[in-house]
């Protein structure tokens, strides 16, 4: 990967010179790596050459310009040892405890920032480029084909798979795989559910990796009428084999058919995603028309001398003749060359990558509004400074001089923050991925901290302290020499219409920026507390399905009903399930008044951004779950096929949709928005149940079900849930999970039973990416409320500070105290109202554009109510704020007013 700091090697070097330099680092640098030194320390030195070569190059550069008079008290500002000297860190480090409080509260918003933005893009980085810990893994590359009018891959791509094999150049070695859940039985013992990947036997020859023992898959292996053969991964062998060195020849049986374990790989080797098991690929493409079949990944090695570039040229040539010679199938297919790791972590669509990258920047501008709140802050303690800059300035230190002392100072304060939201960032993005991937990630993620997120922080804390030191700087050292020196025995930094922007600018952001976070934050806080209203510990889950989609489950999945109920650690089963048509999420409900009639436009409605959720369900479903009936009925087994279609809804459905009124009876259906579709049948509403969750602290928050009742002959897929008596829950983990594994394969080896999951984990694992998000949303809220009272305070504090002569001088000549009290709020007052009144039109405009850009001004409650507080605290840190230096003006006694002016 390239540095990211190379371009500062540009400055004061020809061409030849920097490329020289450039193959030095480099060189060192695989020397390093080649030792055996890790790549973050790496990093780190390139880091430190690639700076210390730019301030030498800046000194060499200021002694050109000055005509290398080395002695010149001048030149010493510019050269590269007092460029950033020790005197200054040291000076900078003892100006961070002479301001304890902005110290504190400038640390605390650019961790914030630096965490936010840098835990994002190590989280898109990650997914973006990674490094596939593979012999030559950055020339693994996918094949897939995309539908240009959905912008999404589509995986059946078994016909094209053998096309590409054939005809491409520029990727050689293609190979494919799909995923196959199947239940896997070793000797006598228990089955469990595997997942295996079923790939082409060039695939093992394409990773570059040799077996630990035995062999891998070889082409032979994928005739029909060759043996069932097995690859373990080194995990299995280690937990279920003992790592026993005769493993190779040994029996196990997946679904009906025996396999024989012919290789064990290495530790390590998950490829092609996360699999420790593999078998042959046996699918014969004649079996299947073109653009069906199984689901497949595609993949292959770049030739030499090809790039990316060429084989999606090739690519593209290949596609054009598939697409004319099969128009019904592939005439909106396009083909695209990827990454290996895109097309697997479902982001190979177009735009997709600069889509994120587009996000990650956005994100970024978080800090960029906390560093110019500190800036502000700085400014204002710069300003109490002047009088040093002008001793300074007046003593022969160039503004370049001072400029840079100041940016010295600045990038001090933004080195430890960065260091902690460095820390916080990584530990989020870790937490993230593995969220994301619950525990079976890709074997190239890597969580550790990586050198490309260390540049990212790096160049976040150089552009912070350009903002935080330079911009204060700039605007300190503007006027002249003699202008400053003048200063010095007078009233100190004159203030003009930039502070009063500041002040007006510092309560806009507030007033503009934190409603939006607030109510966001407030919004997924109320989704975190929204919990299940049943014993959700007592609850496992898993689906139940087989290989082939199309067949139904039927009296396997009763049998599989009645097999768990007999245990005696399970107080009830039950299973979801869909039918197709049944959805109706998002739409307008239409309600039947009478049996004849419909009433037309003022009867159809929407429950919120989520719309109505429709559930399939066994008919004692809501019974296994405890939801009581509030009216009506519960399903009964002739529900299923009853062309009334009866379905029943919870208590959020009647608040919705009928403001508490008698559901029972009454006929709904579903209508698409205008041109989309036709309505769908009229359903029958038999009973209302409790919620299936709660949220005690705002229940409208809640979405609106509809049940709808479904039978095992119906459905080819289930969700089965099993809910285990009290005293079992703390044997979830243990042999009560095989055990119901166990009954389940028992019934019939071709069903497949996914995770049996304690559903409290997957509860637990949504309510984690909602508290995350919340605690991210609060974190930027009090750090951008924190520094914007701070910067009012302090910029009033020091406009009220500066007037305190004048206030003086106005009581000498007679002014009452209440007047001149009077005249400071008044101004206060008026320069935070026009902060406020920025604020509030930016507030509307990010809550509605459309209805901002026409003149409609509609404020919801809860944003009037976040608005009103914030401009309270505005209002009270700015009155806070000068109150103190007004009344220390009042004391001034009139004569000492007077002799001082």
Request: glycine share 10%; charged share 20%.
């Amino acid at each position: 990967m390239r540095h990211p700091l190379r371009f500062l090697l540009r400055f004061g070097r020809d061409e030849t010179d920097r490329v020289s330099l450039l193959g030095d680092i480099e060189e060192e640098r695989r020397e390093r790596i080649a030792r055996g030194c890790g790549r973050v320390s790496t990093f780190l030195w390139e880091t430190a050459e690639i700076i210390g070569a730019w301030a030498y190059s800046v000194r060499d550069a200021g002694r050109r310009r000055l005509g290398g008079a080395k002695n010149s008290p001048i030149v010493a500002g510019h050269t590269g040892s007092r460029f950033l000297s020790w005197a200054d860190l040291k000076l900078s480090i003892r100006l961070l405890f002479k301001y304890p409080g902005l110290t504190l509260v400038a640390s605390f918003g650019i961790a914030v920032g630096i965490a936010i933005s840098a835990g994002f893009f190590g989280f898109a980085y990650s997914a973006l480029y990674p490094t596939l810990p593979l012999d030559e893994g950055d020339r693994i590359v996918a094949l897939v084909n995309s539908n240009v009018a959905t912008n999404e891959e589509d995986r059946r791509v078994l016909h094209d798979f053998f096309t590409w094999r054939e005809q491409m150049t520029t990727v050689v070695e293609i190979g494919a795989f799909r995923n196959v859940d199947a239940n896997l039985q070793l000797g006598s013992g228990r089955a469990e559910s595997v997942r295996i990947a079923e790939m082409t036997a060039g695939t093992f020859r394409l990773a570059r990796v040799p077996p630990l023992h035995g062999r891998f898959l070889a082409p032979d292996d994928e005739r029909p009428d060759a043996h069932p053969v097995l690859v373990i991964g080194y995990d299995v062998w280690r937990l279920r084999f003992a790592q026993n060195p005769s493993v190779v020849g040994q029996q196990v049986r997946i679904g009906n058919t025996t396999h024989t374990v012919v290789g064990v790989m290495p530790e390590g080797f998950k490829f092609p995603v996360s699999h420790q098991y593999w078998m042959p690929f046996r699918v014969n493409p004649v079996a299947f028309e073109r653009g069906t079949g199984p689901e497949l990944f595609v993949f292959g090695r770049l030739a030499p001398g090809a790039t990316i570039a060429s084989a999606q040229r090739e690519l593209a040539v290949v596609g054009e003749r598939t697409a004319a010679a099969f128009p019904k199938t592939h005439a909106r297919l396009k083909p695209y060359v990827v990454k290996y790791t895109h097309s697997i972590t479902g982001i190979a669509e177009v735009g997709i990558e600069l889509a994120v990258l587009t996000v990650v920047l956005m994100i970024s501008l978080v800090l960029v509004v906390i560093a110019l709140n500190v800036a502000i802050l700085v400014y204002a303690r710069t300003a109490y400074r002047q009088r040093e800059i002008a001793i300074r300035t007046a003593l022969g230190a160039s503004r370049l001089r001072i400029v840079m002392q100041l940016f010295g100072e600045a990038l001090v304060l933004a080195l430890m923050p960065a260091a902690a939201g460095l820390a916080l960032a990584q530990y989020g993005a870790s937490l993230a991925l593995q969220i994301e991937f619950r525990g079976s990630s890709p074997f190239w993620l890597d969580y550790s901290v990586q050198p490309a997120t260390i540049g990212y922080v790096v160049v976040l804390v150089v552009v912070t302290a350009g903002i935080v030191g330079v911009l204060p700087a700039l605007q300190a050292t503007r006027r002249s020499i003699a202008g400053d020196v003048r200063q010095l025995g007078g009233t100190g930094l004159r203030l003009g219409r930039a502070w009063s922007v500041l002040i007006v600018a510092q309560v806009a952001i507030a007033v503009g920026l934190l409603p939006t976070v607030v109510l966001s934050g407030l919004t997924e806080l109320r989704h975190a507390l929204t919990r299940p209203a049943y014993p959700v510990e007592e609850f496992v889950s898993f689906e139940v399905t087989t290989e082939n989609r199309k067949v139904r489950l039927g009296h396997r999945l009763t049998e599989l009903k009645r097999r768990f109920q007999d245990d005696a650690e399970v107080a009830g089963v039950t299973f979801a399930g869909s039918l197709p048509g049944r959805g109706g999420a998002g739409r307008r409900v239409e309600f039947m008044r009478t049996a004849a009639a419909v009433v037309p436009g003022d009867n159809r409605a929407t429950a919120g951004a989520e719309g109505v959720r429709t559930f399939g369900i066994d008919t004692d479903y809501l019974m296994v779950h405890g939801r009581r009936i509030l009216a009506g009925r519960l399903f009964d087994a002739r529900d299923a096929g009853d062309a009334t279609n009866p379905v029943i809804v919870d208590r959020s459905f009647v608040r919705a949709f009928l403001n508490g009124e008698h559901a029972v009876g009454r006929r709904f259906r579903y209508v698409p928005a205008v041109g989309t579709g036709e309505p769908t049948a009229w359903y029958e509403i038999v009973g209302v149940v409790e919620n299936l969750s709660t949220n005690p602290l705002d229940p409208d928050i809640l979405p609106p079900f509809v049940f709808y009742p479904v039978a095992a002959e119906q459905i080819s897929a289930a969700l089965l849930r099993l809910r285990v008596r009290e005293s079992s829950v703390a044997r979830l983990e243990s042999d009560l999970l095989q055990r119901l594994h166990h009954l389940g394969t028992s019934v019939d080896p071709e069903l497949q039973l996914g995770e049996i999951r304690p559903s409290g984990v997957t509860d637990n694992i949504g309510a984690l990416k909602t508290r995350l998000l919340g605690l991210g949303l609060a974190l930027v809220m009090v750090s951008v409320l924190l520094l914007s009272a701070a910067g009012v305070y302090a910029l009033m504090s020091f406009a009220v500070a500066q007037r305190r002569r004048e206030i003086g001088i106005r009581t000498a000549l007679g002014a009452p105290p209440h007047r001149v009290l009077r005249s400071i709020f008044s101004r206060v007052a008026v320069q935070i109202g026009i902060g406020l009144l920025v604020g509030l039109a930016g507030s509307i405009a990010l809550e509605s554009p459309i209805e901002f850009a026409t003149g409609w001004i509609a404020l919801s409650g809860p944003r009037v109510i976040v608005i009103g507080a914030i401009a309270l605290m505005m209002l009270l840190a700015g009155f806070l704020a000068a109150f103190g230096p007004a009344r220390r003006g009042l004391r001034i006694q009139p004569v000492e007013a007077l002799r001082a002016d």
